[in-house]
Nanobody, 115 residues
Framework: QVMLVESGGGLVQPGGSLTLSCTAS????????MKWYRQAPGKERELVAT????????SYANFLEARFTISRDNAKSTLYLQMNSLKPEDTAVYYC????????WGRGTQVTVSS
């Protein structure tokens, strides 16, 4: 059974930082490109970042302005998203996603950026 469990969200002030984690199970983690998505209230889910199975290829959404860093630890089957210089518009539920198991989604983790 595929499971994706996101954690690390919370309330942070503008300019602050958070690190999200996603623990995966039920598939060969190292064999799958992984993605972070986010969905803000009233908006469609959007792609934030992608990392290849071995971590050698990474891409980010243009709107991030180099503020976020995606990484993975295949030994721990865990995906990370380091978020710096957070803005109120980064407020959203953040989800991880496995490219080889596209029908599965976790519950997400809420990130709220507010003073």
């Amino acid at each position: 059974q595929v499971m994706l469990v996101e954690s690390g969200g919370g309330l942070v002030q503008p300019g602050g930082s958070l690190t999200l984690s996603c623990t995966a199970s039920g598939f060969t983690f190292s064999g799958s490109p992984m993605k972070w998505y986010r969905q803000a209230p009233g908006k469609e889910r959007e792609l934030v970042a992608t990392i290849s199975g071995n971590g050698g290829a990474i891409s980010y959404a243009n709107f991030l302005e180099a503020r976020f860093t995606i990484s993975r630890d295949n030994a721990k089957s865990t995906l990370y998203l380091q978020m710096n210089s957070l803005k109120p518009e980064d407020t959203a539920v953040y989800y991880c996603h496995a490219a080889i198991r596209p029908n599965y989604w976790g519950r997400g983790t809420q990130v709220t950026v507010s003073s």
